[in-house]
Each structure stands twice: as structure tokens, then as C-alpha cells.
């Protein structure tokens, strides 16, 4: 098993630090230099947590800047614009002026993202209370002073995401799920079909990479942006577009951040004498992780989203079928899980060039090696089930994972995904995110 030398860990330290610097714009950090000019909401919760193992008070403000979005239903969108770039879609395309919820002074999407920043939230508290003194009283400040806010957020998906209490968050877009064109929306965007109505569009992600087979097609991305459409004209009300919308899903892997991270949040507020709020989110936290268990095909062990559409489970190998491992709540399904995880079928394939969690497991008829979501290897995904193995208490496991993921990010390009069987690195270059995680699994 690679082990890092003090040289490797001193090289990846500092240029993972290099690169957030690079991509810092003040008060909140671009998800990578040209590809994503902007601020994004779940990569911002990494970069924070990352940004903390150097600075405390910078990582609280890049959470303070993304709070700044946040829409009066609480909803936390997927993207923050704070400067014209050339970003498609942009602005202009989202139209949330529409949106009477729409925040005051910034420009944002008008969909969101997975919920990840309260477990970077305590990650950051966590890191700031071993260092103590101002760090400490700077970060259980920020916790007592925004908790109101994050449960807000969380309660927006746990209400308007889940009106009917199926105990899964509501995704109207792939993009929610943040893998944008994982093999697990295949089905659902099957009945997704662009009216002839749909504004012009020029894709412009394509001029940033080598190879436009590592991004969605050309097919694909209409959907996406007639799904864009769709919330428009539904004015980015979520029950008039539940009504009108094609894509309705319940994400397992969304559901399981969320009780996470509800769990954590009820954690930290109990621990800061704070009252209000606690109880309700512990309530969220069951919810959604009894919806995930449930979610779970006995056959493969595996957790499923669910089409709200047509009522059916999607069973697709992808690394969201790990969410059980995500948010915990049966011992012997994490033992499970944890086996799988490392076994022949996902991280231990004997294919792959590292044992990192691949998005698609390789045995998979759906496994498509350099494209996207489709079986590249993403670090934050790594990192994620790194850090729900630590905290179900399986820390040979999760060490395992840390490790690999460092070996692979050891040339410090820190791409924004890597092709598994041969390392290539794919999509941009100087990701923030990918920095962000290195920098945790160093510290
Ligand atoms: C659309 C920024 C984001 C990530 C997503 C990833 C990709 C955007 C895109 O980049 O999505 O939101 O334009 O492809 O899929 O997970 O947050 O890094």
C-alpha cells in the first residue's frame, strides 16, 4: 500500500494550497480556473473544509459567502455568479428574476446541490477546536450564529423535497445530484424530451477540455437545459413544477447527506447549548435515513433513487448505492457495504490503477471509462466514503481509501476526475475541490 514519503506529503501540501490560492476570489473560491468561473455549492463545502486545515476564519467565509444565496425557502442553490464569465448557462438562461424567493444582491441557479456543507461545517469545528483560542471561538460562534440558516436549508429539502414523506430528496434536475450524467438518471431522462419552443443555446464547457467524449453530449446537455426551461416557466415554484416538470426523482445519496448532516447539525447545536431546532432536526436525520435503508436491494446491497415519475426503483452499480454507508443506521448492512466497497466488484476491481471508489463500479454494463459520471474516478467521491467509513468506525477501511486517493493525486494536477484503469487525469486541471481534499487527507 502506497504510503506518502515526507517529501510527497510536503509537495501535495503545498501545492494544494498553491491551487486554492490561485482559485481564491476574496471571500469565496471558483470551482477551478476556466472551466467553473464560479462559486459552486457543493464544492464549496469541500473547498471549505479543505481551506480550514490552513485557515479557520477563511473557511468560515467561504460558507458565510455561500449563505449569501440562499433563497427565502431556504433553498441554497447550485451556483453563486459573482462576475460575468463566459459560463454557460449563465444568468441571462437561469432567469430567477422570475422567482419571488430569489436573493437579494447576487446572482444565483435556481437549482441546487447536494447537502454537504454541514458536514464540512463540523469538519471545520472539529479542526478548529484542536488548534483552540480564536480558531475555536471563531467557529462555534459561526455554528451558534448560522444554525437557523442551515436548518433552513435542510428543512426546504426535507418539506418542499419531499412533500409526500417518502423520506428521499426530490431532484428535478441531474444536475442536483451533482453528477450530472451518472448512468442513474438514464431512465428518467429517457422520458425528458425538449419542446420546440426551447430557446437557441452554444454549449461552451467544450472549448475548456481536451475531449468532449469526458463531458455529457450534445444530446444530453439539450435536456439539461430544458429542464432549465421547465423550472422558468414553473417560476421556480417546486409544487407547480412537480406538476408541469419531467424529471422528478428521489436521490438516495442527496437523502443520505441530508441526514447526515442533519445528525451532525443537531450535534453541534446540542453541544452549544443551543435549544430550538435541535429536535427537529434529528427528526429530518430519521426520516431520511429510514427512506434510504428502505431504498436498499437486498440482492445487491446496494441503496436505489427512486423515479417519483413512474413509481419505479433505478438499479444502476453507482457509487450512490454506498449512501447507506453515508448516513449509517444498520450495523450489518455498513459491514456489507464497507466489503463491497473494497471488494473485486468496486474499489479492489483488478482493473483499476488505484483502488479509489470509481462513480461506476467496472463490472458494470453501464461503465464507460473517461466519461464523466459515467466510471471516472472523482477524489471527492473518494473522499466522501473515506469519511463515512471513519465515522461508522471502520478506520482501516477509510484509511485505506485516504491512502490510494493521495497516491493518485501525488503529480498534484488535481484534475477534476481521473480515468481508473489508466490515471489519466480528465476534465479541468487545478480543481479546487480535489486541492480541498488532499489538503484534509494530509492533515
Ligand atoms: C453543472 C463544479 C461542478 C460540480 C458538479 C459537476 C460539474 C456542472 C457542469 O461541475 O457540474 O453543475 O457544468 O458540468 O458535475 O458535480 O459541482 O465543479
Not at 444530446?219 to 417560476?235: D, H, M, P
Not at 448532516?261 to 436525520?285: F, H, P
Not at 463500479?361 to 466519461?371: K, L, Q
Request: hydrophobic residues 40%; aromatic residues 10%; glycine residues 8%.
Amino acid at each position: 500500500m502506497y504510503q506518502p514519503t515526507p517529501n510527497d506529503i510536503a509537495l501535495m501540501a503545498g501545492r494544494a494550497g498553491y491551487v486554492l490560492k490561485g482559485n481564491d476570489r476574496g471571500r469565496f473560491t471558483v470551482a477551478s480556473p476556466t472551466l467553473y468561473p464560479h462559486m459552486w455549492s457543493w464544492d464549496a463545502g469541500f473547498v471549505a473544509l479543505g481551506i480550514a486545515t490552513v485557515s479557520v476564519p477563511r473557511a468560515l467565509d467561504e460558507l458565510r459567502t455561500l449563505l449569501g444565496g440562499q433563497w427565502t425557502t431556504g433553498m441554497i442553490p447550485h451556483i453563486l455568479f459573482h462576475s460575468p464569465s463566459d459560463y454557460f448557462p449563465d444568468p441571462d438562461r437561469w432567469r430567477t428574476q422570475v422567482a419571488a424567493a430569489r436573493p437579494a444582491g447576487v446572482l444565483t441557479s435556481g437549482i441546487t446541490q447536494p447537502p454537504i456543507h454541514v458536514i464540512a461545517l463540523s469538519r471545520i469545528l472539529h479542526d478548529a477546536r484542536r488548534k483552540g483560542g480564536a480558531d475555536q471561538e471563531l467557529a462555534e460562534a459561526f455554528v451558534v450564529e448560522t444554525f437557523p440558516r442551515w436548518l433552513a436549508w435542510h428543512r426546504y429539502l426535507a418539506t418542499a423535497r419531499d412533500p409526500y414523506a417518502h423520506g428521499l430528496v426530490e431532484i428535478h434536475h441531474g444536475w442536483e445530484s451533482g453528477m450530472d450524467d451518472s448512468p442513474r438518471w438514464d431512465a428518467p431522462y429517457a422520458q425528458v424530451h425538449p419542446g420546440p419552443d426551447m430557446p437557441p443555446f452554444v454549449r461552451r464547457d467544450l472549448a475548456h477540455v481536451s475531449d468532449p467524449s469526458q463531458r455529457p453530449s450534445d444530446g444530453e446537455y439539450a435536456k439539461y437545459l430544458w429542464l432549465v426551461e421547465q423550472k422558468v416557466r414553473a417560476r421556480y415554484d417546486d409544487a407547480a413544477y412537480r406538476a408541469t416538470g419531467d424529471f422528478v426523482v428521489g436521490d438516495v445519496l442527496v437523502s443520505a447527506l441530508l441526514a447526515a448532516a442533519s445528525d451532525l447539525l443537531a450535534d453541534m447545536g446540542s453541544e452549544l447549548g443551543i435549544v430550538d431546532g435541535v429536535e427537529e432536526s434529528r427528526a429530518i436525520a430519521r426520516r431520511f435515513r429510514t427512506g434510504v435503508l428502505r431504498s436498499v436491494d437486498p440482492g445487491t446491497g446496494l441503496a436505489r433513487d427512486l423515479d417519483l415519475r413512474t413509481g419505479r426503483y433505478l438499479d444502476v452499480d453507482s457509487a450512490a448505492g454506498f449512501a447507506p454507508l453515508v448516513c449509517g443506521g444498520d450495523e450489518a448492512l455498513i459491514r456489507r457495504q464497507r466489503d463491497l466497497l473494497l471488494g473485486p466488484r468496486w474499489c479492489g476491481h483488478s482493473r483499476l490503477r488505484w483502488p479509489v471508489v470509481p462513480s461506476v463500479s467496472p463490472a458494470s454494463p453501464h461503465f464507460r471509462e473517461r466519461t464523466y459520471w459515467r466510471g471516472p474516478q472523482w477524489p471527492v467521491l473518494n473522499w466522501l466514503m473515506a469519511w463515512a467509513l471513519n465515522r461508522s468506525g471502520e478506520q482501516e477501511a477509510a484509511n485505506a481509501l485516504r491512502l490510494a486517493g493521495l497516491a493518485q493525486l501525488v503529480e498534484c494536477d488535481f484534475a477534476e476526475y481521473y480515468q481508473p484503469i489508466t490515471g489519466e487525469q480528465l476534465g479541468s486541471r487545478d480543481q479546487s475541490w480535489t486541492a480541498a481534499i488532499a489538503l484534509d487527507f494530509l492533515a
